[in-house]
């Protein structure tokens, strides 16, 4: 085999493994339920009733509960002692058969000191209910209908309110600690509020469960107040399809996905811009910590987040529109304002790693802080939105953070299950982040983020402020004082190929089958083992090879032919650093393609003498590349669909070709060479006329 084709077998595999890497990452799955819609918006937030109990829940051991109320406040202490009195005689032994007693709306239960493990709701089912017919979810529980969670309320929950109005549910303790709901992980939910609109919870601890703690579904009306859950397989609280919610003073930790998740919040604002008539959820007060993530909404359209903290998570929040089955994708309208996001570098996927993840939840080792991730996530990062539209992000305090404060990407719409050509890109649009105080914490300490932007390049009308630090692309499109105003901005149908090739390496993650992806730095893979150093490396070897062929066949006697040469060389060596300091690249990827550009146009120079088409080509393929050097460093070019990374990278795939082709032929083949001149013999001598 010629040294051409061989060449040439070496180029073809390597965009062979490129493309298996691009498709390899599979659909990740995440919350399942049965098909529901949003509520028709007619109800409003319930307020706190503050008068005497309808229903009381209370346990028999008087020592116990006289030992839990013990360092109550006197007059607290008082009122709980006759309320246990009252309970001994007409109240309830669990919190199941008080909900099962509320027969019209408007009543409220107290929940005295204890611990409530629902005994009666414990039992695996039987009978009818354990031969439901009913749709498995990815995760292994059964997707049931309103129907059959009424017929089988105890399969996967261990309280269950299911279709009650305006019912309250109120601890009578000092703090949230003194009433714990506990599931032991035996149940999916330790509290589900189903079709329950207006529930008010309060003052109490829910936690175990093998999903989420508590979880409210298609209500039109809801508060969580003073609740702290804890210890769930996925999410300490879990809201989907609903409105009018109030998360309040709540706390969650120890969660495999995350603490606050607002999922499939009502649409309200579809179709607006960032001015809006109102929020259908407000989550304010809020502490989530050590969780997968502090809080997180597939779908969670027109949420307003403010005055929370979201600290020592492997993310500090995140929204997306990457899992199908959630009304209201693509994600809109999130407004996260005067939150403190900070230090979210916590590593769990260890636990996936070492079998950890692998044992029963009740042998894992929650309560001793092992977080079990359920999905794909850049650890070290502030906010993450992957895939969202008119998000407002300002007056943020975001510091302390391994890899990004913000990290914006968009999400094709065949992930979440859309085929339709028109929907591709329509995520990512008019994001705003404005104002934030990036790097410093609230008593104004320098906490620097690793970087402060991470963005892949898609999309219209996103904009961040001019104070932003360190950032991925260097250039980036500056917000007005306005909502709405930006300069520099730019509308992409496509992020960087070589981020969008690392977010799919990335995603090829699963929690059940332990399989963390090779290549994505995300769970630790460092220096060679990165993608993007393999992706950087490998181009670089080729045209090194390619590039130094052609310059000892065509290119060598040329002096600034030869210079060229040896700055694409050091082009290519800077731009596999930069590669490999990731992150902390600052303008090295800028300054490499500088170079690499260089060497394009002066080699174009010299080889359009004797191959008029390849020289031109190249030459324009260095513009490109220099092009491309100042869309990354200091403006990005408007008006084009694609960064001129796609173009340069498909038209240096033609070079590459057409450069081996080139060099393999033998100079007096060259078309445009002009023949050398044939040696002539000495002219016959007449010897009858030389002279004597």
């Known amino acids: 085999m010629s040294w051409t084709r061989r060449l040439l077998a070496v180029l073809v595999a390597l965009c062979a493994a490129f493309a298996a890497a691009l498709t390899a990452a599979p659909v990740a799955a995440a919350h399942e339920e049965r098909p529901v819609t949003f509520p028709d918006g007619s109800g409003s937030v319930p307020t706190y ?60 239960i107290a929940i005295l000191p204890g611990l409530y493990e629902e005994e009666p709701s414990q039992p695996k089912p039987t009978g009818a209910c354990a031969n439901l017919k009913a749709k498995d979810s990815q995760l292994g529980y059964q997707i049931l209908s309103f129907a059959q969670q009424k017929q089988c309320p105890h399969n996967q929950n261990l309280v269950a309110i299911l279709g009650k109005k305006d019912l309250q549910i109120e601890g009578t303790g000092a703090s949230r600690l003194d009433v714990v709901i506990d599931a032991k992980y035996g149940k999916l939910n330790a ?49 989907f399809a609903s409105d009018h919610g109030l998360y309040k003073n709540c706390e969650s930790y120890g969660n495999g996905d995350s603490g606050i998740y607002p999922g499939s919040a009502s649409n309200i604002n579809d179709g607006r811009g960032y001015d809006v008539p109102r929020y259908s959820i407000e989550i ?54 005067r939150n403190d996001i900070h230090d979210n570098n916590a590593d769990y996927y260890k636990y996936i790693a070492d079998g950890t993840c692998a044992k029963d939840p009740v042998d894992r080792g929650y309560e001793d802080g092992v977080v079990c991730p359920q999905i794909s996530m850049p650890p070290g990062t502030g906010i993450i939105t992957a895939g969202g539209n008119w998000n407002l992000y300002e007056n943020n305090w975001v510091y302390g953070h391994d890899r990004a404060a913000f990290f914006l990407s968009a999400v094709p719409a065949f992930i979440r299950g859309e085929s339709a050509w028109s929907k591709q890109a329509d995520t990512s649009h008019h994001n705003r982040y ?4 990036l790097g410093i914490d609230k008593q104004g300490k320098s906490r620097p983020n690793a970087t402060d932007v991470w963005w892949d390049g898609q999309g219209e009308g996103n904009c961040w402020q001019g104070s932003a630090g360190a ?6 499109p500056e917000c007005g004082s306005e909502r709405g105003d930006l300069s520099g901005g730019s509308d992409r149908l496509a992020g960087e190929p070589t981020k969008l090739a ?87 990827p800028a300054v490499a393609l500088v170079f690499i550009g260089a060497w394009w146009v002066g080699a174009g120079v010299v080889l359009r003498r004797e191959r008029p088409w390849f020289g031109w080509v190249t030459v324009a393929l260095g513009v490109l590349t220099l092009l491309d050097a100042f869309d990354k460093a200091v403006v990005m070019l408007p008006w084009i669909p694609l960064g001129p990374a796609w173009i340069r990278g498909l038209l240096g795939v033609v070079w590459v070709i057409w450069a081996v082709v080139v060099a393999a032929k033998r100079a007096g083949e060259a078309p445009a060479e002009e023949p050398a001149e044939e040696e002539q013999p000495p002219p016959a001598v007449n010897e009858a006329e030389v002279p004597a």
């Open 49 to 108: 009733r503050d008068g005497p109990p309808d229903l009381l829940v209370c346990k028999d051991d008087r020592a116990d509960f006289e030992r839990r109320i013990s360092g109550f406040p006197a007059d607290l202490r008082e009122k709980n002692l006759d309320l246990f009195a009252q309970c001994q005689k007409d109240g309830f032994r669990h919190l199941q058969e008080a909900v099962d007693a509320v027969d019209e709306p408007g009543m409220n």
């Open 191 to 239: 509290i589900r509020a189903d079709e329950s609109d207006g529930i008010y919870f309060r003052n109490f601890t829910a936690q175990r469960t093998t999903f989420n703690s508590l979880y409210v579904l298609a209500g039109d009306g809801f508060v969580i107040d003073n609740v702290l859950t804890r210890w769930n397989d996925e999410y300490g609280f879990l809201t």
């Open 284 to 337: 304010t007060g809020c502490r989530s910590h050590h969780n997968m993530v502090g809080y997180s909404g597939t779908a969670g359209d027109s949420v307003w987040v403010h005055d929370n903290e979201f600290d020592h998570n492997m993310g500090g929040a995140s929204m997306d529109s990457a899992f199908p089955g959630h009304p209201g994708l693509p994600q809109n309208h999130a407004k996260f304002e």
């Open 434 to 437: 404005a104002g934030n105080k």
């Open 471 to 476: 950032s991925t692309p260097r250039a980036l």
């Open 502 to 588: 690392a977010l799919l390496v990335c995603a090829d993650y699963d929690a059940r089958a332990a399989r963390l992806p090779a290549g994505c730095d995300w769970y630790g893979a460092t220096g060679i083992e990165r993608i993007e150093v393999q992706v950087a490396l490998g181009i670089a070897v080729v045209l090194a090879l390619v590039g130094g062929v052609l310059w000892w066949r065509r290119l060598r006697t040329h002096r600034w032919a030869t210079a060229a040469c040896a700055a694409g060389l050091v082009g290519l060596v800077l731009d596999v650093a930069g590669a490999t300091k990731g992150l902390q690249s600052g303008y090295l």
